[in-house]
């Protein structure tokens, strides 16, 4: 597997390597042993989530300020714009944002520490989004940051035909970033899940 780094330094772009001939391909999407040596984190994830949304659909941005998830995230069919942020109040990246394009194709995957608020937009008729957890979905810490925010002004690439995109009400009625509730500067010195 190699590992990718983006401007965010804690977010990273993993490949694996595909062994693939006239029958298909196989690849090992995810080991512990490689995932610490690669990216230097050793985590435990313990929640496997799979979401299908059509052309147009954005979640996010969301995050959980108590029990705070890392995630790892791939895209087995179709074709995203994936989007992590800093929300790590201290951090110097803290408010910048990184987007990739993640697909079946490019078989990509991207490690979103927990701090970072995320989110994705679907490019292809459908996709089928996977991923990680290194900690438990609670309801009562999530919140989500509105999609078109001012100040993060992330350039999503909407498709063609889409003024906006499609939205739950808990994204549409998300907050503004300078309002939100952020992770603490003693967030950054924790011990990682």
């Not at 990216?39 to 147009?56: L, Y």
């Not at 996010?60 to 705070?68: D, F, K, T, W």
């Amino acid at each position: 597997m190699n590992c990718i780094p983006t401007d965010l330094p804690d977010v990273l772009i993993l490949e694996p390597r595909v062994f693939g001939d006239q029958r298909g391909f196989f690849l090992e999407s995810f080991n512990a042993r490689t995932f610490a040596s690669i990216t230097g984190v050793d985590v435990n994830f313990v929640q496997d989530n799979h979401s299908r949304s059509a052309r147009g659909v954005l979640r996010g941005l969301h995050y959980q300020i108590e029990q705070a998830q890392g995630k790892l995230v791939r895209v087995t069919e179709g074709e995203v714009y994936d989007v992590a942020v800093d929300l790590r109040r201290g951090s110097p990246t803290f408010g910048r944002w990184i987007g990739v394009t993640l697909s079946a194709t490019n078989k990509r995957q991207l490690w979103v520490p927990a701090g970072f608020g995320h989110g994705f937009l679907v490019l292809s008729e459908f996709a089928e989004f996977l991923y990680k957890t290194t900690d438990f979905y609670a309801p009562a810490f999530e919140r989500a940051i509105v999609w078109n925010d001012p100040t993060l002004a992330i350039d999503w690439p909407l498709p063609a035909g889409f003024s906006e995109p499609l939205l739950a009400d808990k994204d549409r009625n998300g907050q503004l970033f300078a309002a939100a509730e952020v992770f603490p500067e003693s967030f950054l010195n924790r011990e990682q899940p």
